[in-house]
């Protein structure tokens, strides 16, 4: 999937998360958006990776791309690092949803990912798509409705 539909990917999971949790939904929803691009760290071509341009070309010659940085492993570090270092509950939550949000994303594509990495098993799910191309726009359509959906229902009493 293309940054643009981490992006918003990230956005309609975080949102559809504080409607169930009691966590800072502007935190927990900006959070959710930066999480939802660390995984392309791997990618040098990605939105995080010209960004931090070294990290990544050290992250993708040690691992290459939708391995590591797309597991389960990367997950669970990520959640101990961010819990050991981030005092706000909120913060960490949304960085964890936008990372899952991102890792589901991906398991749409005919590449898939190594969720269970350090095992080489590729988990995609049986119906899949090519990156770019018209089912992801659709996805990113779809993707956009639930965000205004899930976003009037977070935020919809301020108005």
Known sequence: M??????????AASLAFAQVSNYEP??????GVIGAIIPDICHG???IGRRFKVLSKVINTLFGHRSFT?????????????????DNESIVMGIL???????????????????LYPLKVTVRFPIT????????????????????YFGYGVFGNYL
Do not use: W
């Open 2 to 11: 293309t940054g643009n539909t981490h992006i918003i990917g990230g956005l």
């Open 26 to 31: 502007v935190l927990l929803v900006g959070a």
């Open 45 to 47: 071509g990605s939105k």
């Open 70 to 86: 797309h597991s389960l492993l990367f997950l669970v570090l990520m959640a101990i690092l961010l819990t050991s270092f981030v």
């Open 97 to 115: 949803v936008g990372m899952a949000s991102h890792y589901v994303l991906d398991m749409a594509t005919k590449n898939g990912i190594k969720l």
């Open 129 to 148: 798509t090519r990156t770019g191309g018209t089912v992801e726009y659709l996805v990113f359509a779809v993707l956009s409705l639930l965000t205004v």
